[in-house]
């Protein structure tokens, strides 16, 4: 079983200030997907985890591919209701290619403390 563990796959602490696109995983082969989100302040707006199967476009380099290099399919949502929160979301028996996460920004301010990745296949 191939087990991978991204700790931070938005870069950092993240301000909900603006809409946020995450780092793009490579899942192929995984089966099972954890994606753990926590988030303080009073944003409004959308979590959404998102898959593609698109493939590497020409001339770009497989392990720095940018969000924009690939179109997206919402898997599942949750909305930020003005309110601190965490999102625990999953995805098995995935065949999707790549998955990630989109904050989609409505209103208010604040800050993602957690956004980790775990998968296995």
Not at 73 to 93: C, E, P, V
């Amino acid at each position: 079983m191939r087990t991978i563990r991204v700790e931070d796959i938005l870069g950092g602490t993240t301000s909900m200030a603006d809409d946020i696109n995450g780092t793009p995983i490579d899942i192929s082969h995984l089966n099972n997907v954890a994606v753990h989100l926590v988030w303080t302040g009073t944003p409004t707006g959308t979590w959404r985890l998102q898959v593609s199967n698109d493939k590497v476009p020409a001339g770009v380099d497989k392990n720095s591919i940018a969000y924009s290099n690939l179109t997206w399919i919402d898997a599942d949502t949750q909305a930020g209701g003005g309110a601190a929160g965490s999102k625990l979301f999953t995805l098995t028996n995935t065949g999707a290619k790549w998955v990630t996460v989109m904050w989609d920004d409505t209103s208010g301010t604040g800050t993602v403390t957690t956004a980790t990745m775990h998968a296995k296949g």
